[in-house]
């Protein structure tokens, strides 16, 4: 799978991007693991995540988002699981 999604390039210009960038394959592995996820190639667009389409062990369709870490993300996860999928995406528990 491509990890290294050209979108995310500017991720290289800073220690903390680079760092994120190298774990990037990890993390996408183990929430792939997590939630026994069949994965597909990640959407052409990205800037400061990668998403990927994913399928659930039941066939149901998902996205796996994984975010790097900055102030404006900080707290989507939340906000999300507040939400709990009315008038916005539900989260995977």
């Excluded at 995540?49 to 996860?77: M, W």
Aim: with cysteine; aromatic share 8%; charged share 20%.
């Amino acid at each position: 799978m491509l990890m290294h999604h050209p979108g995310l390039a500017w991720l290289q210009e800073s220690e903390a991007g680079r760092a994120w960038l190298d774990e990037l394959p990890r993390l996408v592995n183990e929430c792939a693991e997590q939630w026994n996820l069949r994965l597909g190639l990640p959407f052409p667009y990205a800037y400061v995540s990668l998403t990927v389409p994913a399928t659930l062990p039941d066939g149901t369709d998902a996205v796996l988002k994984v975010q790097f870490p900055h102030r404006g993300s900080e707290h989507e996860a939340a906000a999300l699981a507040h939400w709990k999928g009315d008038g916005a995406i539900r989260l995977l528990p």
